[in-house]
């Protein structure tokens, strides 16, 4: 991606994101869309937090695949760095290395600032907080002890890093679908926790457009660095 191209890509993604907020504040599709998980007769989400096969494969087990991707690369990158594969793709694994690390950071340190309610923690779906969106102030009378964690998505932060394999490729073809993954799994995720009510849909929203606005930075500082070494030489 060329270093216009890049800027450009970064200025619209600033954008969408900006979009994507302003447009959740003042709308109820998130309640709208969180409805169709939730049963009001029963008062359970469509799919239970406590169900072990869901929870293995879609939080567990995840999650521990995608530490070992970035174990994998580190590894790699330090004990195979004279491998001419390594030394080809070297920028795209330090570009996804970062990513895979800087992404669920910047997402959990977000998480904690915001203090934003879950699903699952307001009152109209049993539980205890009034639906305060991310831009709002609790009331006055609201007291509440413990920080909430809800906004943005935590858990799909790690699989919408994948989409810094993006950068790994040449062929656009390849890009498409190492982007395409990146989503995928990303999504699968987030669904999950939409579907136990941990997550809005914005809330998953948000965190993919982070997370690559967040890996079109981390690109942008390897194509600049890369840049100045060729004009010095």
Not at 7 to 34: G, M
Not at 110 to 120: A, E, H, N, Q, V
């Amino acid at each position: 991606m060329m270093p216009k191209r890049i800027n450009i890509h970064i200025l619209f993604t600033v954008i969408c994101l900006i979009a994507v907020i302003i447009f959740f504040e003042f709308t109820s599709l998130d309640l709208y869309v969180e409805n169709y998980f939730y049963q009001m007769n029963t008062h359970t989400w469509i799919l239970n937090r406590n169900d072990a096969f869901t929870k293995f494969i879609f939080y567990i087990e995840i999650k521990k695949i995608l530490i070992f991707f970035a174990i994998a690369t580190l590894f790699s990158l330090i004990f195979f760095r004279k491998n001419e594969f390594i030394k080809k793709h070297k920028k795209g694994l330090m570009i996804f290395l970062l990513s895979s690390m800087v992404v669920p950071l910047a997402i959990g340190s977000l998480k904690y600032i915001t203090d934003t309610p879950c699903p699952k923690n307001l009152k109209y779906y049993g539980g205890t907080y009034p639906d305060v969106k991310v831009l709002e102030s609790y009331p006055k009378d609201f007291i509440h002890k413990n920080r909430v964690k809800c906004w943005p998505a935590g858990h799909a932060s790690g699989g919408f890093a994948l989409m810094a394999l993006f950068f790994l490729f040449n062929k656009r073809k390849n890009k498409i679908i190492a982007l395409g993954f990146g989503l995928f799994i990303g999504w699968s995720m987030g669904l999950y926790k939409m579907l136990i009510g941990d997550h809005f849909l914005s809330h998953t929203i948000v965190t993919m457009l982070l997370a690559w606005l967040i890996i079109l930075i981390i690109a942008k500082i390897f194509q600049r660095k890369e840049n100045e070494k060729s004009t010095q030489i």
